[in-house]
């Protein structure tokens, strides 16, 4: 999917992935993370969100909820954190990285709200009045006030299998006089996902229905006597998205994938934001006329189509077919046979913190002097 984006947009990450691998320094079924890169984008997207007073928490499950660079990104000025399940907040706290936003796809377990509380989140996401009970309940017990976001959901909206929850909006007036009971929490806004996606109609980044469902629920809440603090609208956020959600309702987005130059809008647009992500992998053996390179890496939508091949011969490109959903990846598939131990370079959406895959990460490239700074596995944890 975005191979020759890389190829064309940062070459030298190739070229020092394939340097260090030829050091024996990092292994088939890595993602390599150019960290200069990242940063670069990161700085753009943040520059043009102070133009528009837009809020931003980053987004890191998909490169492995990685607390180097969440460091770094709190340095460079983001709010915190957006972690997308409680797994990534202890991680986010265990490195001490402020959290933003924390319960939005996977609510807080209530044998760890305790926790997550006292560390004083700006927002945690609910979408159960039960859940937003236990929350009261813990604040109380420490004498604070919880900020609270509601997801909404109404009917038409997109759902992803996995994910579906959410206040429906025929309930949330309900809702909302049942939340007034509570002493220790303040809802402060509304928020849904996705609320934007690319479309190929418009070859645009584009409001989807759940952003409307948003924007109603907002109007809702403020109606209710709440004082409205954020208007949550995340995915796609990147440099090129932050005048839609300024020129919307929207006052908070979530650069997640804009952070690596890899959304949607990135594959069909040279936009600011370059590649910043790749994937190594080694040809381990043929069989039946086709070859065979090791994974551990693919997500299950990464739409990965080609890869470059560093053989004997040079350089060329090869066609990649990934296993069936139902199968483990232990091997993505060449359609003809290669020479045995070439390495294989794959650019593809990814998830790393649903992978079994190392997490490399690289500074100098863009000085030409590629060094590794750490290397950790998907769930952020560092390789001693």
Do not use: W
Not at 131 to 158: H, M, P, S, T, W
Not at 240 to 260: D, F, K, Q, R, Y
């Amino acid at each position: 999917m975005f191979v020759d984006i890389v190829n064309r947009r940062n070459r030298p990450m190739i070229d020092a992935t394939l340097q260090l691998y030829n050091e024996n320094l990092i292994q088939p079924d890595s993602y390599i993370i150019d960290v200069d890169t990242v940063l670069e984008n990161a700085k753009i997207i943040l520059k043009a969100a102070e133009r528009e007073n837009i809020g931003l928490y980053f987004m890191l499950k998909q490169i492995g909820r990685n607390p180097y660079l969440a460091k770094q990104l709190m340095d460079m000025g983001y709010k915190g954190a957006v972690v997308v399940d409680f797994r990534e907040a202890e991680i986010m706290m265990q490195h001490h990285i402020p959290i933003g936003n924390v319960g939005h796809l996977v609510q807080v377990p209530k044998g760890l709200l305790p926790k997550v509380v006292a560390y004083k989140p700006e927002v945690i996401t609910v979408f159960s009045l039960e859940k937003l009970i236990e929350i009261n309940e813990v604040a109380k017990d420490q004498n604070v006030v919880q900020d609270i976001l509601v997801k909404v959901a109404d009917d038409g909206d997109l759902f992803y299998s996995g994910q579906l929850s959410g206040i429906e909006i025929k309930d949330l007036n309900e809702f909302l006089i049942e939340a007034k009971r509570l002493s220790h929490i303040e809802i402060v806004g509304a928020t849904a996902f996705p609320c934007y996606l690319y479309d190929e109609v418009a070859d645009d980044v584009v409001a989807t229905p759940n952003y409307y469902t948003v924007v109603k629920a907002t109007e809702m809440i403020a109606k209710a006597g709440y004082t409205i603090k954020q208007v949550n609208v995340p995915s796609t956020t990147c440099e090129a998205t932050i005048s839609i959600i300024a020129n919307g309702e929207g006052t908070m987005g979530e650069p997640g994938h804009g952070l690596t130059g890899t959304t949607p809008l990135h594959a069909h647009k040279d936009l600011s934001e370059l590649p910043a992500v790749l994937y190594l992998s080694e040809v381990s053996h043929n069989f039946k006329g086709k070859s065979y390179c090791y994974g551990g890496g693919l997500y299950r939508r990464s739409h990965v189509k080609n890869g470059l091949l560093f053989d004997n011969k040079g350089e060329h490109k090869v066609e990649i077919t990934p296993v069936n959903d139902d199968s483990i990846d232990y091997y993505f598939e060449i359609s003809n046979e290669q020479e045995i131990s070439a390495p294989l370079i794959m650019a593809f959406r990814f998830q790393m913190f649903v992978t079994r895959s190392k997490v490399v990460l690289i500074e100098g490239i863009s000085k030409r002097n590629p060094r590794i700074v750490n290397t950790y596995d998907g769930l952020g944890r560092l390789y001693e």
